[in-house]
T-cell receptor
Framework: ETGVTQSPTHLIKTRGQQVTLRCSSQ?????VSWYQQALGQGPQFIFQ???????GRGNFPPRFSGLQFPNYSSELNVNALELDDSALYLC???????????????FGPGTRLTVL | AQSVTQLGSHVSVSEGALVLLRCNYSSSVPPYLFWYVQYPNQGLQLLLK??????LVKGINGFEAEFKKSETSFHLTKPSAHMSDAAEYFC?????????????FGRGTSLIVHP
């Protein structure tokens, strides 16, 4: 059974650019959540996708957007990058009957984004 | 709005000693509560979670936590620390805000285990 994978592992961008991060869910999982973890902080919930639709969002601006594909892989897109977007971005997948984040989530290793 | 407070950014124990990591939360409705562990350069791994029912929850690697509603606490304990327990630990709460469960994490506690 393959776990949650994320790509790329590291990424360097400049302010104002756009970035796409990718996540491959664990086999059989239908829900994916994205988190931003700044250095020395806990993860902050960005949003969650259940059956290809966004069904929960944290306090992040619209320039953070996402997609979930029929095979339940997912993308996180960030437009107009700012210096404060530098962080570790974590993806977590789960199998849910209701589409909420109380189900056990399995996390990927993350993508380290640096914005210069 | 929900929030999580983890008391102590660093906790240091000797190998074999009791581990106690503190977590207090605020929530306007009955919450779901979680403890995660994060090893360097890795994602988070669920240690245990409380949803409903028994207030003492047992997790992996010998960890357990007790939900105390009157104290709004969910402290994590392990009777005897092992060197491999050295990691970052995060407490999280999730309640149904605006129709969706939105998880909120604490800032984390770094557990240091001395030989």
């Amino acid at each position: 059974e393959t776990g949650v994978t994320q790509s790329p592992t590291h990424l360097i961008k400049t302010r104002g650019q756009q970035v796409t991060l990718r996540c491959s869910s664990q086999s059989g999982h239908n829900t994916v959540s994205w988190y931003q973890q700044a250095l020395g902080q806990g993860p902050q919930f960005i949003f969650q996708y259940y059956r290809e639709e966004e069904n929960g969002r944290g306090n992040f601006p619209p320039r953070f957007s996402g997609l979930q594909f029929p095979n339940y892989s997912s993308e996180l897109n960030v437009n107009a990058l700012e210096l404060d977007d530098s962080a570790l971005y974590l993806c977590a997948s789960s199998f849910s009957l209701r589409g909420d984040s109380t189900d056990t989530q399995y996390f990927g290793p993350g993508t380290r984004l640096t914005v210069l | 709005a929900q929030s999580v407070t983890q008391l102590g950014s660093h906790v240091s124990v000797s190998e074999g000693a009791l581990v106690l990591l503190r977590c207090n939360y605020s929530s306007s409705v009955p919450p779901y509560l979680f403890w995660y562990v994060q090893y360097p350069n890795q994602g988070l791994q669920l240690l245990l979670k409380y949803t409903t029912g028994a207030t003492l929850v047992k997790g992996i690697n010998g960890f357990e936590a007790e939900f105390k509603k009157s104290e709004t606490s969910f402290h994590l304990t392990k009777p005897s620390a092992h060197m491999s327990d050295a990691a970052e630990y995060f407490c999280a709460v999730s309640d149904r805000s605006g129709g969706s469960y939105i998880p909120t994490f604490g800032r984390g506690t770094s557990l240091i285990v001395h030989p």
